[in-house]
């Protein structure tokens, strides 16, 4: 079972109010919405492999932080659980700003795919932008994010109950 009051289990909910705010999701989970967020510590290949199952029996693409241990602070990677006819891709994403008036997109490392949450909070891919305009559009994003991480906390703080924080894999978690 997770215990909510250590671990900085509090801390990565906020993260992850803050990435869906910044992303476009109201503070109640639509009832729509196709992509679940998750946090998980010093990730591996079979709570990978159970986070890709779920992701492909519930019909919804995951968004997942990964930390290096229990006692980490900082996102190490955050990987996108992408649903395909075949399966699931599993992407390592970052963070892109595109406009100041929209939402935050997510784009692989790699720069060559890039996706967007639709008006019915459903994931979709979009084109890429250009690789010149790529380092501003990801600071710029970063600082959106970290305005909205100062926004979560104290008062502020809005938890959804769609938030799911993995302990030891996809069998024992708690929302």
Known sequence: MTNTTDR?????????????????????????????????DA????????????????????????????????????????RTPAGADLFE???????????????????????TIDRRFQLIETKAPPAAKLTKALRAAERRYEAALEGETGKNATWDPQVVIFQTGPDSMAA
Do not use: W
Request: hydrophobic share 40%.
């Open 8 to 40: 900085g289990v509090q801390h990565r909910k906020q993260r992850m109010a803050a990435l869906r705010k910044c992303m476009g999701f109201p503070h109640v989970a639509p009832l729509t919405a196709g992509l679940n967020f998750a946090a998980v």
């Open 43 to 82: 990730q591996n290949e079979e709570i990978l492999v159970g986070i890709a199952k779920k992701a492909i029996l519930d019909r919804c693409d995951t968004l997942l932080h990964c930390y290096e241990s229990v006692s980490a602070y900082d996102v190490d990677q955050t990987i996108l659980v992408y």
């Open 93 to 115: 994403v970052e963070m892109v700003e595109r406009s100041k008036s929209k939402p935050l997109e997510l784009i692989t490392t790699d720069g060559k795919r890039c996706f």
